[in-house]
């Protein structure tokens, strides 16, 4: 049973204010599918680059046991470029570049071997080409996450709204979730957002944590406290990988394991946070994740003395 992931494979080039990289690897793929291959080996991809995107940078994902299979290498192309610079809260950023090469007329190709897939996860691209992807499956799996943004509830709203009826989880973050429901409190824009059609929904908090909806329940998950922040971007891709892996290793969903899900996305994407790009994500090992897991229990444990 596979954990298949589309979405963007990339470079990026990232300005903060500790410092600043020319081209690297980025992309909503690469970080979900590396926080998900440290958690399931049945990773599969599906995405597009360019014939400028080597195959170093290809077997770096292969040597985590992810399938590339699904991932197109247009010759003559160029992959998907993003630039952008953080301020200093770095909450926020402005972007610089955004060169959709490959991705403009990005058609996914979903091979036989992807047929048995279990989970999805729809990273962020327009509604049409996710809705895409679920259609090209011969079967709905057992589980569908999808992660959206700001973006395409501006300019694809009616696909938008179509893709959120056939999902089981979404993910966004508050400002996201604010705006799709038009409600300010997270409470009431949540109880909105799960009559659209996910039975879950994670909220992404950044440095606060995340809030997990569903069942009738609500989780509040925290964020580990770190000293510095190198560079947030692909934190909340990680997170999701993170997430959806933690749901295929279990295999079953309950809001307990739910629950579970949103640390284990948190924990991963601490990691992320660490250094540019995904360099912290390529170097994790069982040991590291395991004390970071360690980290995010004790950081929320506490007895009430009667």
């Known amino acids: ?44 991809l599906v995405g597009v680059v360019g014939e400028d995107f ?31 610079r953080y301020h200093n809260d770095m909450n926020s950023r402005d972007t610089l570049v955004t060169d959709l090469n490959v991705l403009a007329d990005f058609d996914p190709i979903v091979p036989d071997s992807y047929q048995d897939c279990q989970y999805l996860l729809l990273g962020n691209l327009t509604p049409q080409v996710q809705l895409t992807m679920l259609n090209r499956l011969q079967r709905k799996p057992k589980l569908v996450v999808l992660d959206t943004m700001n973006f395409w509830m501006d300019t694809a709203w009616e696909d938008l ?37 996910p039975k879950y929904l994670v909220i992404k908090k950044g440095e606060h944590g995340a809030l997990l909806f569903g069942d009738g329940q609500i989780f509040s998950a925290p964020a580990l406290p770190l000293a510095e922040v190198y560079d947030p971007t ?20 309950t809001f307990h394991n739910m629950k579970n899900a949103v640390i284990f996305g948190s924990a991963l994407a601490s990691f992320c946070v660490e250094k540019f790009g995904a360099e912290r994500l390529r170097e994790l090992d069982s040991a590291s994740i395991s004390e970071r897991l360690r980290l995010f229990t004790e950081l929320t444990k506490f007895d009430i003395a009667n």
């Open 1 to 44: 049973m596979s954990l298949v992931i589309i979405g963007t494979i990339a470079y990026d080039a990232i300005e903060t204010p500790f410092g600043k990289t020319d081209k690297i690897v980025g992309g909503a793929a690469t970080f979900a599918g590396l926080a998900a291959a440290y958690l399931y080996n049945q990773v599969k």
């Open 54 to 84: 080597g195959d170093d940078n290809l077997d770096v994902l292969r040597s985590k046991g992810i399938n590339l299979d699904g991932v197109q290498v247009r010759k003559g192309e160029k992959t998907f470029f993003w630039a952008g």
């Open 161 to 197: 709204l179509t893709v959120l009826k056939s999902v089981d989880v979404l993910t966004i973050n508050d400002a996201e979730a604010r705006q799709l429901a038009g409600e300010y409190s997270l409470v009431k824009a949540a109880e909105k957002i799960l009559k659209l059609g």
């Open 234 to 253: 692909g934190a909340g891709d990680t997170f999701a990988g993170g997430f959806i892996g933690y749901l295929a290793q279990v295999g079953t969903l």
